[in-house]
């Protein structure tokens, strides 16, 4: 396909007011460790690389299910400067991002560049609890293991269901440490903030200490897609840092019933028309109560799949994309423009940012032609 395939397709620049810059960061080589991608307000610079969409040919072959990608391999940039330097303006507010099943760090550029074109710095996690269709860590040879050099880099791909496994257990082990990825992710950027020298194993050329006193630790959310929208009840749950969850297109089915009576931050479910289903939803109202119901939101936005919130929807043309529920009937740049809107007038309405995002306060309550209030499913009474 090589570079033919750039023919109006690509992820979009971001519209905010900043120019964003990302690098990736892994403290701790072993498993154990955390593994994140950093999206950033930057200092403009002409001559800036952009990184590939997809990192290294090791996430290729982790992309089960989803063969066509192997057409991308060195064809799509992310609109961002890599390492780029960052851009001093006072303290952003943090934003973790957990990507869903099948996915990794880099598949969300279009809605993480965006925050971090909005004034926020944006995390976005690797998980490594085998629900990535590929990632990696490292080991040492047995031979001096205290010298970096002799780290040897170790892939994990996704893990199938076994013949005759019961799928909940895997799932509900895998959100439970999925939400301690995000929170141990959280606690490095909080270590950073405070300018402790934390070893990045990854050696970029980004400079980790102009982050020191950059965040607004105040000010953070938690955000992701499908299962990272169960993984955002679950932070959320298990730490009260986080002030508010945005969870998009969320795939219930992980989390433990009780969790339900413990969330006590607000919550923004934005659905797609086309993933929903009623016992799905109707776990997600069980979220609301007489306290907190009018902090919990949910808006669906026509004419969209499940893809619609990944890059993907950028990446493919319309009839493949259809073919591959990639793409669904809406304009994809709409679409992404809609949720990332909705999601700014949302953070800054439970941030308490000082910000003019509150122009899109309509687009919570499904104030559009192109939204749907609550939801578009036939809900179980």
């Given amino acids: 396909m090589g570079n033919s395939c750039s023919n109006n397709l690509g992820i979009p620049p971001a519209k905010g007011p900043n120019a964003v810059g990302c690098s990736d960061f892994m403290m701790d080589h072993t498993v154990e460790g955390t593994f994140f991608r950093l999206y950033y307000p ?17 996430y290729f072959y982790g992309c089960y299910n989803m063969l ?39 598949l969300y550029s279009a809605i993480c560049t965006e925050l971090a074109s909005q004034g926020f710095i944006v995390a976005s996690v690797e998980h490594r609890d085998e629900s990535a269709s590929a990632t990696y860590f490292y080991h040492q040879k047995p031979q001096e293991p205290e010298k970096d050099e002799n780290l040897v880099e170790e892939w994990m ?27 141990k992710a959280l606690d490095t950027l909080i270590q950073i903030n405070a300018g402790k020298n934390m070893e990045n194993v990854l050696q970029t050329e980004f400079d980790w200490t102009t982050l020191e006193n950059s965040m607004d630790l105040c000010r953070i959310a938690v955000m992701g897609h499908s299962f990272g929208g169960a993984t955002v009840v679950e932070a959320l749950c298990k730490d009260v840092n986080f002030k508010c ?27 797609s028309e086309k993933f929903q289903w009623a016992g799905n939803i109707s776990r997600m109202r069980k979220l609301d109560s007489s306290s907190t119901s009018m902090q919990r939101k949910m808006i669906t936005i026509k004419g969209t799949v499940h893809q619609s919130f990944p890059d993907f929807t950028f990446l493919t043309g319309n009839w493949i994309g259809k073919i591959l529920k990639l793409k669904g009937e809406i304009d994809p740049q709409v679409g992404i423009d809609l949720c990332n809107r909705a999601s700014l007038a949302f953070l800054q309405r439970h941030l308490g940012l000082d910000k003019d995002f509150n122009q899109w306060d309509h687009l919570i309550e499904g104030k559009d032609h192109n939204l749907i209030p609550g939801t578009n499913v036939t809900e179980i009474s």
């Fill in 42 to 58: 930057c200092v403009v610079s002409d001559n800036a690389e952009k990184p590939d969409w997809i990192p290294c040919k090791g």
């Fill in 68 to 106: 066509f990608l192997v057409f991308y391999k060195g064809s799509f940039k992310i609109p961002a400067a890599l390492n780029g330097s960052y851009k001093q303006n006072g303290k952003y507010p943090v934003v973790i991002f957990s990507h869903g099943l099948g996915a990794f760090r880099t």
């Fill in 157 to 183: 791909y996704y893990r199938s269901l076994k013949p005759g496994e019961s799928e909940f257990p895997l799932r509900n082990k895998q959100v439970k440490q999925r939400a301690d990825e995000c929170i």
């Fill in 245 to 271: 969850g945005i969870a998009l297109d969320a795939w219930m089915f992980p989390l433990d019933e009780e969790i339900y009576v413990r969330v006590k931050q607000p919550i923004f479910f934005i659905n």
